[in-house]
């Protein structure tokens, strides 16, 4: 099992040093070459390192595609302004990353640079990349890697934060349905996802909320045994929350 992501998810993973000299130093040269021309390259070889980074995300070598994603969490960083310039080819690639057919780690860093990017523009005009976001990652919540249960914790609690009025209803449904998983994996066996689900779980509390037309029902019936069972015994800080937030 691969050991658990440290430190923050801006930070890239470090290199495993199973990998041969020849393969690390290379993967070191092109992150190297790539923030070092983000930050005092012209625009025209900015341009350049951005279609590499096109063309490499899109390669049949799964190391090449996991090198791109990566790539593109270093410009998000480094150049957030021109991440904003080219946002729906930067989120079509990571989106496509998401959603990779073969390789944990492409989807790890696609995860890992979807929240940077998240962040940086505040999940203003995500359009329908919002619900493909959405989607996948709430499969990921169940995985059996323990870094992208982590990653996707973290992505879709920050979500939540940007669902705004227009996905209100369909993150509203998604958390409903990812209920179960959020109550299991307070347990997590990895003490860090157990910690990101726990802080993802008050993200998405305010999706939990009782509709109005079920205002008539009494409080001890407007509460979720289930939910209430759970919570009250392993996390009754958090339960206390939803009471005073009047969640449950």
């Avoid at 951005?50 to 070598?61: C, G, I, K, V």
């Avoid at 990779?100 to 890992?112: F, L, N």
């Avoid at 209100?168 to 299991?184: N, P």
Wanted: hydrophobic share 35%; aromatic share 10%.
């Amino acid at each position: 099992m691969d050991q658990t992501q440290r430190g923050i998810l801006g930070q890239p993973l470090p290199i495993p040093t199973t990998q041969p000299k020849k393969k690390r130093t290379s993967m070191m040269s092109f992150f190297s070459k790539v923030s070092w021309t983000l930050r005092f390259q012209k625009r025209e070889s900015l341009k350049n390192v951005f279609s590499n980074l096109a063309e490499r995300a899109q390669d049949p070598n799964a190391k090449k595609r996991h090198m791109a994603m990566r790539g593109l969490g270093t410009m998000a960083c480094e150049t957030p302004d021109k991440v904003r310039k080219y946002k729906k080819i930067v989120l079509d690639l990571l989106v496509r990353g998401l959603y990779d057919p073969v390789s944990a780690e492409v989807i790890h860093e696609s995860m890992k640079t979807l929240t940077i990017i998240l962040g940086k523009i505040q999940g203003k005009s995500l359009g329908s990349f919002f619900v493909d976001i959405t989607l996948q990652t709430r499969t990921l919540l169940d995985d059996e890697n323990d870094n992208l249960r982590y990653s996707a914790f973290v992505l879709f609690g920050q979500l939540a934060a940007y669902a705004g009025r227009k996905w209100k209803t369909f993150f509203t449904s998604q958390v409903k349905q990812t209920q179960d998983s959020l109550l299991i994996h307070l347990q997590d066996r990895n003490p860090q996802v157990a910690k990101a689900c726990k802080t993802t779980f008050r993200a998405c509390s305010p999706y939990l909320k009782e509709r109005k037309e079920n205002s008539f029902q009494t409080e001890e019936d407007q509460r979720n045994p289930k939910l209430c069972r759970q919570l009250s015994y392993y996390h009754p800080e958090l339960l206390q929350f939803f009471y005073a937030n009047k969640i449950l």
